[in-house]
């Protein structure tokens, strides 16, 4: 019975929820923007992208100074109201406040080697991941990451691409963007967010004639498509010529991968 729940707990789909009511709406007559120039600086000290496409942190090398200036940009999204933003300045606000708490999250647990060995039901005895904890609270109201990203972000923009430009922690995840999300480029950065990952052999990839996609694609199958027969059409609207020619012809089983590790920096990198 506990192998069955952590397994549930663990990987199960996650279904579409309605927007909570106090968090749905926009004010598109407000032009007023955020300022995520700190976050955009914290970005440019330690993230790092290799020769392949992949961004990865170098956590152990954040000091203490810079880790009280991520406190300080979390807080002034705290102080904001999203509500009186307008939809696209919104939308920024959201990713933006989602991967910086990651981020944060990570360096309070640090040295740790995967997001999932932090926090988790009874008191960390079982561990899942910090998904459920509130750690930020906005308008007064406590929330998780879970809350931003299950009834806040996916129902209220109901954009797929949401799914590759939130990042979990994890090597198996769509990138950590390189820029701050903002109004102004978030249509491009969710646009070059899908296909790098598609185009990524953690998201696409065949290996020894079987399609292997991450499980990103399987937990969120119905922010992507109807059915996992419709998966391999969806794909291949984003893939490079030579993907896109063998996910158009391909017919046989799909094989879901997701790798957990931590997207921390290596020597070598």
Same mark, same amino acid.
């Given at each position: 019975?506990?192998?069955?729940?952590?397994?549930?707990?663990?990987?199960?789909?996650?279904?579409?929820?309605?927007?909570?009511?106090?968090?749905?709406?926009?004010?598109?007559?407000?032009?007023?923007?955020?300022?995520?120039?700190?976050?955009?600086?914290?970005?440019?000290?330690?993230?790092?992208?290799?020769?392949?496409?992949?961004?990865?942190?170098?956590?152990?090398?954040?000091?203490?100074? *810079? @880790?009280?200036?991520? =406190?300080?940009?979390? %807080?002034? /999204?705290?102080?904001? $109201?999203?509500?009186?933003?307008?939809?696209?300045?919104?939308?920024?606000?959201?990713?933006?406040?989602?991967?910086?708490?990651?981020?944060r999250i990570i360096l309070q647990n640090y040295p740790?080697?995967?997001?999932?060995?932090?926090?988790?039901?009874?008191?960390?005895?079982?561990?899942?991941?910090?998904? *459920? @904890?509130?750690?930020? =609270?906005?308008?007064? %109201?406590? /929330?998780?990451?879970? $809350?931003?990203?299950?009834?806040?972000?996916?129902?209220?923009?109901?954009?797929?691409?949401?799914?590759?430009?939130?990042?979990?922690?994890?090597?198996?995840?769509?990138?950590?963007?390189?820029?701050?999300?903002?109004?102004?480029?978030?249509?491009?950065?969710?646009?070059?967010?899908?296909?790098?990952?598609?185009?990524?052999?953690?998201?696409?990839?065949? %290996?020894?004639?079987?399609?292997?996609?991450?499980?990103?694609?399987?937990?969120?199958?119905?922010?992507?498509?109807?059915?996992?027969?419709?998966?391999?059409?969806?794909?291949?609207?984003?893939?490079?010529?030579?993907?896109?020619?063998?996910?158009?012809?391909?017919?046989?089983?799909?094989?879901?991968?997701?790798?957990?590790?931590?997207?921390?920096?290596?020597?070598?990198?």
């Open positions: 019975m506990l192998r069955v729940f952590l397994v549930c707990l663990l990987s199960c789909s996650v279904s579409m929820a309605e927007v909570l009511p106090e968090w749905s709406g926009w004010n598109d007559n407000n032009k007023a923007t955020v300022d995520h120039g700190l976050w955009q600086t914290f970005l440019d000290d330690y993230l790092r992208k290799d020769d392949f496409g992949q961004t990865y942190f170098a956590y152990a090398q954040v000091s203490s100074t *810079k @880790q009280q200036e991520l =406190e300080r940009y979390i %807080q002034s /999204l705290e102080d904001t $109201d999203p509500l009186t933003l307008n939809k696209n300045e919104q939308k920024a606000y959201w990713f933006n406040l989602y991967n910086a708490t990651t981020v740790v080697t995967s997001i999932r060995k932090i926090g988790g039901p009874f008191g960390g005895f079982i561990p899942s991941g910090p998904w *459920k @904890q509130k750690v930020v =609270e906005i308008n007064g %109201q406590p /929330l998780s990451l879970d $809350d931003i990203e299950h009834a806040i972000v996916r129902p209220k923009f109901n954009d797929y691409r949401v799914h590759f430009a939130l990042n979990c922690a994890a090597m198996g995840c769509p990138n950590l963007a390189q820029n701050a999300y903002t109004s102004a480029n978030i249509e491009a950065l969710l646009s070059e967010g899908t296909r790098s990952f598609v185009n990524h052999q953690r998201g696409v990839r065949f %290996q020894g004639g079987t399609l292997i996609v991450s499980k990103i694609f399987d937990w969120y199958q119905t922010d992507f498509v109807a059915s996992e027969d419709e998966l391999t059409t969806f794909l291949a609207q984003f893939a490079e010529p030579k993907l896109r020619a063998q996910l158009k012809g391909y017919t046989g089983n799909i094989k879901y991968e997701y790798d957990w590790s931590l997207n921390e920096v290596r020597d070598s990198q």
